[in-house]
């Protein structure tokens, strides 16, 4: 497939859709991690650790295809997606917490991502493939996710109105510009696109049932409170694959490695859905080992 029109696009998507987050983000958002210094640790390590290691062991118990593995590692170190914030309010969760997780895993990801891309190209492509994140590369992604998420606050400092009129109509832009890349993808690769479903399908069912499983038991257990539970749980299960798409097609130059992107971005809304509804279900609790034990 030619590459050009994703080069170009996706990263426009990714930084309207980082704008837009932006938007909805103020100073005060980053000095809340001070309250929840355990709940952001809960995420983040279960984020970087947990979820990256599961995902390692889903690519070698299946045997996927290498390009397909690097690209489950990819999806599995990329932030949660604004979407988390949606889904959170949607499903009663704690939407302030969700905002100060996912700009916090959206600047450590900055960091965290390249690192692990390379340690999963190196693992299962190997050194001499000419795949790889030089430093100008790593620069590209730096710049076209922090800078915008700035402007965007900037935006709201100064305009706070403006903020309020436009955030909303940015992501939505940002959603149709994505639907029509993947529509775009799925249409280049339609004679493929079954087999890429029946080669990565299940790993991305298994990624994501435990994405938001783990997100909302493993704070339960540690007695974080129900509503924070259900913010947790969005922002672990929902990954953010624009960026996974953007940095698979665009700094990569290998559509193959952004096939997991673009299933999971179909699997995730359907499981979080599900899931969403079910917790939705029970009566908010204070006390999370209380909510675990109805479970």
Excluded: W
Excluded at 3 to 31: C, E, N, R, W, Y
Excluded at 152 to 174: C, W
Aim: hydrophobic content about 55%; proline content about 4%.
């Amino acid at each position: 497939m030619d590459s050009g029109f994703f080069s170009l696009f996706l990263p426009i998507t990714l930084a309207i859709t980082m704008m837009g987050l932006g938007l909805q983000l103020t100073v005060k958002d980053f000095l809340r991690v001070s309250r929840y210094p355990k709940v952001i640790f809960i995420v983040l390590f279960s984020q970087l650790v947990i979820l990256t290691g599961l995902t390692f062991l889903i690519c070698l118990v299946l045997d996927l295809p290498p390009l397909l593995a690097v690209g489950m590692m990819l999806l599995a170190a990329s932030p949660g997606g604004a979407t988390a914030n949606l889904l959170s309010y949607l499903y009663k969760g704690d939407v302030a917490l969700n905002i100060t997780l996912t700009a916090i895993n959206t600047i450590i990801s900055i960091f965290t991502l390249p690192f692990i891309m390379n340690l999963s190209l190196y693992y299962f492509i190997g050194q001499d493939t000419g795949i790889g994140l030089p430093l100008e590369k790593m620069a590209q992604v730096f710049l076209i996710t922090l800078i915008p998420v700035v402007i965007g606050m900037l935006i709201r400092a100064k305009f706070p109105k403006l903020s309020d009129i436009v955030h909303m109509p940015m992501r939505f832009l940002s959603i149709a510009f994505l639907s029509m890349l993947l529509i775009y993808a799925i249409f280049q690769e339609r004679f493929n696109i079954i087999e890429y479903f029946a080669s990565i399908g299940i790993a991305t069912f298994i990624l994501c049932f435990s994405s938001l499983f783990l997100g909302y038991c493993l704070p339960l257990l540690m007695d974080i409170p129900d509503k924070m539970a259900r913010a947790c749980t969005f922002e672990v299960g929902i990954h953010n694959t624009t960026v996974s798409m953007t940095i698979a097609i665009s700094v990569l130059n290998n559509v193959t490695i952004a096939i997991p992107a673009g299933i999971y971005s179909i699997v995730m809304y359907v499981f979080a859905g599900i899931f969403g509804f079910m917790i939705s279900q029970q009566k908010l609790s204070y006390s999370g080992k209380s909510r675990l034990s109805d479970l």
